[in-house]
Nanobody
Framework: QVQLVESGGGLVQAGGSLRLSCAAS????????MGWFRRAPGKEREFVAA????????VYADSVKGRFTISRDNAKNTVLLQMNSLKPEDTAVYYC????????????????WGQGTQVTVSS
């Protein structure tokens, strides 16, 4: 089992920044590639970004490319999502997830999920 706990969400004005953090515990963190997903009200879950276990490979959704950066600190069992130039359409609950598959963008390929953290961007 892998336990994931997100933090760092909040309310921010458009154009602002937030940094989300996901703390992992349980199994060996470097066994897992990690991803961030989000779900806006009334919408389906959406892929945001993923990072390989080594941190070398990253994948981003087109909607966040150039604005969001995913990274990980394997010494601290943590994955981060730096979000800049936030837009109202980024408002959602953000989830981190863990998988043993190589940086998938399909949420069905992930095995473990956190409880989510709310991000609200005001216009």
């Amino acid at each position: 089992q892998v336990q994931l706990v997100e933090s760092g969400g909040g309310l921010v004005q458009a154009g602002g920044s937030l940094r989300l953090s996901c703390a992992a515990s349980g199994r060996t963190f470097t066994n897992y590639d990690m991803g961030w997903f989000r779900r806006a009200p009334g919408k389906e879950r959406e892929f945001v970004a993923a990072i390989s276990w080594s941190g070398v490979n990253t994948v981003y959704a087109d909607s966040v490319k150039g604005r969001f950066t995913i990274s990980r600190d394997n010494a601290k069992n943590t994955v981060l999502l730096q979000m800049n130039s936030l837009k109202p359409e980024d408002t959602a609950v953000y989830y981190c997830a863990a998988t043993m598959k190589p940086v998938p963008t399909d949420g069905r390929q992930y095995d473990y999920w956190g409880q989510g953290t709310q991000v609200t961007v005001s216009s």
